[in-house]
């Protein structure tokens, strides 16, 4: 049935990043996941597939990040009358969104997530220094009681996945409450990353080839942004 | 008394035919007589003139099939031939209406099957000059492989003719489901090949002059034709067809019946249909598939106790997600908010998972960043989803989430509230199904809340298979499969089928079901129902209610 699941393309994430790091977590690279991919790597794929698959993607990647919080034992008692031995959900959780392309993963969040307060931050390369500048952030007052899922669909460099992980620990946030979600992630960004914050959990739909001398993740899937928003 | 036909659309019941249901099948076929073509612009009056096309629902058909999946009766076919305005309708509706309580019968009428005209044949029958009264005006082969495939419990999407167009149209009629069909019209017993699929020949004998007084009282005062042009069509084409071709047929019929004052004729008819549905029903009820009939735990024929692998099913991961997710929906302090939040997170999950049985095929992309990507992409021609109404519809959301823009059909199944028997009472089913050679390459999400007995299960599965779905291109999607229940007969009737679930429970057992209204039990009195443990509860029910 499967049989081309295992016929695995040149885009497998072992492919590219062996062995995984430790705080490194994909998808299962089914073959249903790859005809997403393809889907949204597809430059004549029109905005509003664009949208639908990436949404898919983006839900299945919250669930991912989501079961990495803790739980506890609850039991409760069916209509029927029966015991079930079950588990309830701990912690609050609160979502962070790297400006802007990461705020395109709020409705997938939401979906997942009902009304769960969601922070902002937007990092921009500052033109002097060549290095990622904060220029606004926005966050729940408490949020230093709370799991942060961080937002960002492309993982390059690793430069302002870095710079906001900075910002949340400055706010009393502990590193190892910090999941970090993206839909595509770079080799060099992976291990910049995990160098700099080893605690961070990384949820990754896919770990592509590298990246090209423009920065840019190559096959990847050209500018979210721009592709979400048609800017 | 106003009901929806299965098409969607409203209608009226005459109020001399007390079915519960009613169904013309387009106001065309419905206003026509043998032979009489009507002029082109001529208006049609759908309350003068009987229908000939129905289909007639009453309670909902009981299964068809035995324990191993497999159909284990046909159709009954009653063949009506007689002589044009010798009142075969009549006798096929008072057929019906005697039979009572039968649960789906068809009318199938021989007008559907008029050949397809060329230029020529449609200058002359819009001039009143073709002759429609000659076996050759029939399209014979397609009606007998139309009523060979009712008769076998398929599909059927019948040709339409459009008596104003004189011609046929391009749209077909969907049927699906009877139990009794009655093919009726002057020629219907003279090809041997549809005499062959008849369980019952029925000729109405009717003299000449009768028929011919009916004809010129009907034409004239409900198609305001002359007199003169009556006789002149009668003598042409109409009397000779009759002495030719129809009066021969009745030495092929099991039962002559008159024209008129036949009450005595249709009563005898009746009896002998009863008796032989009844001996039918009593040959196969105890092969029929009732899967909690063979549980055991009511039989003490002790089953093992297969483990998920050996049922083939596919579960959902046990994530951490997952195990909260149904801590909620299994509990019954769940608000119903949240109820409807979390069945719908689950259902997306599932139907995602359940993407992993469609087929993928290589498929290369260019990015924006101009390089080029070996990927996957769907190799499916047709996916469509159907719906095991009510608590099936609970996927639904998910479904849509998961699969962009394929359509989404229904069935209503419903159990007998005595016997216990499903019985199916709608089916609403996407053209890629409704079409035998697009179901034979459609994939179908069937979706279901949970599978207990299996019952609906079974028989849902069973539609899709009698329309052409391959076995496993059908992907059943549910929250909840019960071990000790009916899945151990599912699975060994339908072996491909995929089953896709969140999770599985280990006991079935009879429980009682308080307040429980529905058209079986108007009064909400309890009744017994086998429930799932630990199970969600009547899942419908918290989802819609």
């Known amino acids: 049935m499967n049989c081309t699941t295992t016929a695995s393309t040149t885009t497998s994430n072992s492919a590219h990043l062996n062995p995984l790091l430790p705080s490194v977590f994909t998808l299962p690279q089914t073959a249903q996941l790859e005809a997403l991919y393809t889907i949204i790597r597809d430059k004549e794929t029109s ?114 996945a870095m710079k906001a992980v900075e910002v949340l620990i400055e706010h009393g946030v502990p590193e190892e409450r910090i999941i970090f979600i993206n839909l595509i992630a770079s080799p060099e960004g992976l291990k910049n990353f995990y160098g700099k914050y080893p605690q961070v959990k990384v949820i990754t739909g896919w770990i592509d080839q590298g990246l090209n001398n423009k920065a840019f993740i190559i096959p990847g899937l050209g500018d979210f942004g721009e592709r979400r928003y048609c800017t | 008394m106003r009901r929806e036909t299965t098409q969607g659309t409203p209608f009226l019941l005459p109020q001399n035919v007390n079915f519960t249901r009613f169904i013309p099948t387009s106001p065309d076929l419905s206003t026509t007589t043998y032979g009489v073509p009507r002029a082109a612009g001529q208006t049609s009056n759908l309350f003068l003139q009987p229908q000939k096309n129905t289909v007639l629902h009453s309670h909902g058909r009981p299964p068809w099939y035995g324990e191993d999946g497999v159909r284990i009766c046909d159709a009954f076919v009653i063949g ?44 002359l029958a819009h001039a009143n000059k073709l002759d429609f009264d000659h076996p050759d005006a029939i399209d014979m082969p397609m009606f007998a492989a139309c009523l060979a495939d009712l008769k076998a419990c398929k599909q059927s999407n019948i040709p339409v003719y459009s008596f104003s167009e004189h011609q046929r149209l391009n749209e077909t009629k969907y049927l699906y489901g009877a139990t009794v069909i009655i093919a009726e019209g002057i020629m219907s017993l003279h090809d041997p090949e549809l005499r062959a699929l008849y369980d019952l020949k029925v000729f109405v004998q009717c003299d000449s002059d009768l028929m011919l007084a009916r004809r010129i009282r009907r034409d004239v005062e409900e198609r305001g034709r002359t007199v003169s042009g009556i006789l002149d069509q009668y003598l042409r084409f109409v009397k000779p067809s009759y002495d030719n071709f129809v009066q021969p047929t009745s030495s092929h019929a099991d039962i002559i019946v008159p024209g008129h004052n036949n009450a005595v004729a249709i009563e005898l008819i009746c009896t002998h249909i009863r008796r032989q549905l009844q001996e039918r029903s009593n040959r196969f009820r105890q092969k029929m598939a009732i899967p909690h009939l063979y549980l055991s735990n009511q039989f003490g024929s002790p089953r093992p106790d297969y483990t998920p692998e050996e049922l083939n099913l596919t579960v959902l991961p046990q ?49 924006p960043v101009g390089v080029d990507v070996k990927g996957l992409k769907l190799d499916a021609k047709y996916v469509c989803g159907v719906a095991i109404l009510r608590s099936g519809g609970a996927l639904e959301r998910g479904f849509r989430r998961a699969i962009n823009d394929v359509p989404v059909g229904s069935l209503l199944i419903q159990s007998d509230s005595q016997t216990a028997e499903p019985l199916c009472l709608h089916v609403q089913l996407p053209k890629c199904i409704r079409f035998r050679h697009m179901a034979e390459k459609a994939y179908v999400f069937l979706m279901d809340a949970q599978i207990g007995t299996g019952a609906t299960a079974f028989m849902s599965i069973r539609i899709l298979l009698d329309h052409g779905v391959r076995q496993d291109h059908i992907i059943f999607v549910t929250f909840l499969v019960a071990r000790g229940g009916g899945i151990t007969v599912l699975r060994h009737a339908f072996p491909d089928v995929r089953i896709v679930c969140g999770a599985v429970d280990d006991v079935m057992k009879e429980g009682w079901m308080e307040n429980y209204i529905s058209d079986f039990n108007p009064e909400g009195v309890g009744r017994k129902v086998w429930v799932m443990e630990p199970g969600m509860g009547q899942i419908g029910d918290r989802y819609y209610l």
């Open chain 2, 319 to 367: 994530t951490l997600q997952v195990q909260g997710i149904f801590t909620i929906l299994r509990s019954k302090g769940t608000l119903r908010q949240d109820f409807v939040f979390f069945v719908d997170r689950l259902a997306t999950l599932l139907v995602e998972h359940s993407l992993q049985h469609l087929p993928y095929a290589p498929h290369k992309v260019v990015t």
């Open chain 2, 80 to 123: 009506v031939a007689g002589g044009s305005a010798s009142g075969k309708t009549h006798v096929a509706r008072q057929i019906v209406k005697s039979l009572g309580s039968i649960p789906t019968v068809i009318i199938l009428s021989q007008d559907s099957f008029y050949k397809f005209h060329t230029p020529e044949e449609l200058a």
């Open chain 1, 47 to 160: 905005r509003g597939d664009f949208l639908f698959y990436s949404d898919r993607i983006i839900r299945l990647l919250v669930e991912e990040g989501l079961n990495h919080l803790p739980v506890v034992k609850r039991t409760v008692e069916t209509p029927t009358g029966a015991i079930y031995d079950g588990v309830g959900f701990k912690g609050k959780i609160c979502g962070v969104s790297i400006l802007r392309a990461g705020e395109a993963m709020e409705a997938g969040l939401r979906e997942v997530c009902r009304s769960v307060r969601i922070g902002k931050i937007l990092i921009q390369r500052d033109e002097e220094t060549a290095m990622p500048k904060l220029f606004y952030s926005k966050f729940p007052q408490d949020i230093a009681d709370r799991y942060v899922l961080l937002l960002d669909p492309m993982l390059a460099t690793g430069g302002s």
